[in-house]
């Protein structure tokens, strides 16, 4: 068992007793819902104006309060209506943050004032305490445009300037002081602003979605705060190309910032491993503790009790628990029959942690009953309370009807819910991966199956199956690869690559899933029309054509599902319960011509009849109890593994979440959540990923960058290892690329629109523009995609006085025989006097000459 003592500071959050409530708050509607933001100082509790939304000082601390109703979005425009809880379990969502700057000493006064705003609401609320520049992404999703954290001490541009970072999706504009090359890094994205001109300078390792916010932000700038006429000129700066400026811009950069000073941090290591969530109870400190200094509060004692995966039954409502959630946070969990003195310390138990493990992101506090999606999402097979979805999700499970390709175009909510874009009716082809050994004849790896009546796969094999439908934009295509739960690894990579093949053989047009046996996705499903049996072993037995795989003859099969998306058959073969025969109460038993249908007496009607589809035969129906002896007779020594598992009841999965996908180092993603998401959120120049929880949704923007395009899976495999929930690594993979959504896609945006990228501007149109206006002075047009792809400037760059250094002073990363690569292009050219691009034109043997005579051989 692992035990925390965790030292409380003796500060005003701690174990506080009810405060009277400030006057500021006495004017906070109670059952309405309101985006209110009030500054906080010591004498007072100020209510700003809208217009002040989204600017934070670093030297000032803050209240934001939200109040929503379930599912809708947060933030200065919600619409005020009344908040009506009818006791079914959905609550109106209440969040209170605070925020205070890094040079700021008033957060715990700040976390005192948020006390008495949840005093006055009377309802619970969630707390968050926000860290500056590591806010949660639900502070950052109430401001659209993002968020501004600046100094106070601004002064005016006399002679200097002032130099800001643009971070994130939802940006954070952060104001830098002194300004100093030390605060460039090559994966970042600065505005220098000074009083004759606006430089934004790009990291080479930069994300182009931070391109694009910075060139919008440089342009606001460079209007003025009339939003008039342009008041200054903008030059684009690029890593390691400052020379290349013209003359004028090039002196007033250096007038501000030293160009023979330059020296720009690196790019920054990818995060740590992740690990999974770790759930710790919170106890009373034991009686013979360490004697603490009066001032000081006794320690928080916290029990480690589970690692993740998590269940809300690991909750109990008599207890305070602390969940690490690593890079999502620490939260606090508050039972509802928790003693309210504990109640009181929850939050500085929660912070305790954090600064143990040196956390640096938000810390949030959540009751029982009251929990956000955000908290819900680290357990698993958590009910989630949405009864508008209830709706639709019992529509959508119940449907026969109305699944063809037009009416779900036009019902994508449906599509969503069900999980499918058609009803299977389209165009299947399929191949099974074969092993090298049965290739020895044949040039390909591939071998296509004739579409049977009843879908034979076996557990050992991978097979490829592309299916097309119509649908009114066109004709759509689905490219699946499923792989047997004990396939092993080499045909499963063998596999992935003639699928990849493909793939792009087709134009890389097809929507490519990758899925595993017993996850397979309602889709994939109801192209078999409820009859798709997976046997053990691996395939051998064809008909003379060798295309039809036929079924061993004798089989006892497994059924579970309720309707024909839901239908799998797994032989039951080894011992009771063997891997991914699933759930289910009724078995189909073949002995060569002869096929009985097993139902169990808790089987349901519907379950009967997926059973006797799967059977595609005639078939002699057995109910439990009223079994005959030729029935058991050709069961035989299986009679142990006709055990029946009762049918789930109905999930209420979570909402999707919607995830911008960041670009590290190479083999290396981060993802930053975006809450209450619509389609405007979706770019062209990002990726993102969809997970809707039985699957994740792999989005390319039409301009993102080229490594996201190759290694889309491995991007959704990132996601889901990264998760702290320790998710299933088997959950199925969509990759679809811009233009090519499925209603099943769309239909978790709300008023999706095909038409809504037909007038966007690339990054490169956006500073065409602004060439256009004469207000960018820029040589770099190369540069001007934003996607830089070339080998030089993938590589980091370092001095040259480094690489000239000696070998055991070199940096790991580089190379010895390419260590002209390191250089800037400012360098570089300065030391060979060419470009690298001329360079690598010359022979072999006189670039060996060139480097040897400048010391980099």
């Known amino acids: 068992m692992h035990i925390l003592e965790i030292g409380a500071e003796h500060d005003e959050e701690n174990g506080q007793a009810k405060v009277p409530v400030d006057a500021a708050f006495r004017t906070v509607p109670r059952d309405h819902t309101t985006f209110l933001v009030w500054r906080v100082t010591e004498l007072a509790t100020e209510l700003l104006p809208r217009s002040h939304y989204g600017t934070f000082y670093d030297t000032e601390a803050y209240l934001v309060y939200s109040a929503s109703l379930p599912g809708q979005p947060a933030g200065p425009d919600v619409i005020r209506r009344e908040i009506k809880e009818n006791g079914n379990g959905e609550c109106a969502e209440r969040h209170v943050h605070t925020w205070a700057g890094e040079r700021c000493s008033l957060g715990p006064l700040a976390l005192r004032r948020a006390s008495q705003l949840a005093t006055h609401v009377a309802a619970p609320v969630v707390t968050h305490r926000e860290t500056a520049t590591k806010e949660s992404p639900r502070l950052l999703s109430y401001f659209r445009d993002g968020i501004r954290i600046l100094c106070n001490s601004s002064g005016n541009l006399n002679g200097g300037g002032r130099l800001y970072r643009v971070r994130g999706r939802r940006p954070v504009l952060l104001q830098l002081e002194p300004v100093s090359w030390a605060h460039l890094s090559s994966d970042g994205v600065f505005v220098l602003d000074t009083s004759a001109l606006i430089v934004l300078w790009l990291g080479r390792a930069a994300n182009l979605i931070e391109k694009m916010f910075g060139a919008k932000i440089a342009y606001r700038m460079a209007r003025g705060a009339d939003k008039g006429m342009m008041t200054r000129r903008i030059t684009i700066a690029h890593d390691g190309y400052e020379q290349t400026l013209p003359p004028a811009d090039r002196n007033l950069l250096d007038a501000v910032l030293d160009l023979r000073a330059r020296s720009v941090k690196p790019v920054a290591p990818g995060q740590d491993p992740p690990r999974p969530a770790r759930l710790y109870k919170v106890t009373q400190p034991p009686r013979a503790a360490t004697m603490t200094v009066p001032s000081q509060k006794p320690a928080a004692r916290l029990e480690e009790i589970k690692r993740a995966p998590l269940h809300k039954a690991d909750l109990n409502e008599d207890n305070i628990y602390i969940l690490d959630a690593g890079s999502r946070g620490v939260w606090a969990w508050v039972g509802l029959n928790a003693p309210k003195p504990h109640c009181r310390g929850a939050l500085a138990a929660a912070r305790g942690l954090a600064r143990a493990r040196r956390y640096s992101g938000p810390v949030s506090v959540a009751v029982s009953g009251r929990e956000p999606l955000e908290f819900a999402a680290l357990f698993h097979e958590w009910n989630w309370c949405d009864s508008r979805r209830d709706v639709r999700l019992r529509a959508a499970r119940a449907a026969t009807t109305k699944l063809d390709a037009v009416s779900l175009s036009t019902n994508a909510w449906l599509a969503a819910e069900a999980q499918v874009p058609d009803d299977g ?320 896609f769309t239909g978790f945006f709300p008023h999706w629109k095909n038409s809504m990228w037909k007038g966007h501007k690339t990054f490169s149109a956006i500073v065409s523009a602004l060439e256009g206006k004469a207000i960018v002075q820029n040589g770099n047009s190369a540069l001007q995609n934003g996607n830089t792809e070339n080998q030089f400037d993938q590589h980091e760059k370092y001095p040259l006085s480094v690489l000239r250094g000696p070998k055991e002073h070199m940096p790991l990363d580089v190379d010895p025989l390419t260590k002209e690569l390191y250089l800037t292009h400012d360098d570089f050219v300065s030391t060979f006097n060419m470009p690298y691009s001329e360079f690598r034109t010359l022979p072999t043997w006189k670039q060996k000459d060139i480097k040897k005579s400048v010391g980099l051989f």
């Open 425 to 744: 009716s389209g165009a299947l082809r399929m191949w099974r991966v074969r092993r090298e050994e049965e290739c020895e004849h044949e040039r390909s790896a591939l071998q296509e199956l004739e579409r049977p009546q009843q879908a034979v796969f076996y557990d050992r094999d991978c097979y490829i199956a592309l299916y097309t439908y119509h649908a009114p934009t066109g004709d759509q295509t689905i490219l699946y690869y499923w792989m047997g739960g004990s396939s092993p690894n080499d045909l499963r990579n063998l596999g992935a690559k003639e699928a990849r093949d493909l793939y792009i053989k087709l134009g890389r047009l097809p929507i490519q899933a990758w899925v595993y046996q017993g996850k397979e996705p309602a889709h994939f499903l109801q192209i078999f029309k409820g009859r798709m049996v997976t046997y053990c072993g691996s395939a051998t037995n064809y008909d003379p054509s060798g295309r039809r795989v036929i079924p061993p003859p004798r089989a006892l099969v497994r059924v579970s599902g309720q309707y024909a998306r839901e239908a799998r058959g797994v032989e039951a073969c080894g011992t009771a319960g063997a891997t991914g025969a699933g759930a289910g109460a009724c078995f189909v038993l073949r002995e060569g011509a002869r096929v009985w249908v097993w139902c169990a007496a808790t089987a349901t009607g519907d379950e009967r009849e997926v059973a006797k589809n799967m059977a595609a035969a005639e078939h002699v129906l057995v109910m439990q109890g009223k079994e005959k002896p030729d029935f058991w007779a050709a069961l035989g020594e299986r009679r142990h593994l006709l055990i029946a598992s009762p049918l789930k009841q109905m999930e209420r999965p979570l909402p999707p979440r919607l995830f911008y996908v960041s670009i590290c180092p190479p083999a290396h993603y981060s993802f930053e959540e975006i809450v209450s998401f619509n389609q405007y959120d979706l770019a062209p120049e990002m990726a993102t990923v969809l997970d809707v929880h039985a699957a994740v949704y792999v989005w390319l923007g039409a301009h993102s960058c080229v490594r996201a395009k190759d290694d889309a899976r491995n991007i959704g495999l990132a996601y889901l290892s990264n998760d702290p929930a320790s998710r299933d690594p088997e959950t199925p993979i969509f990759v679809l690329s811009q233009g090519r959504e499925p209603p099943n």
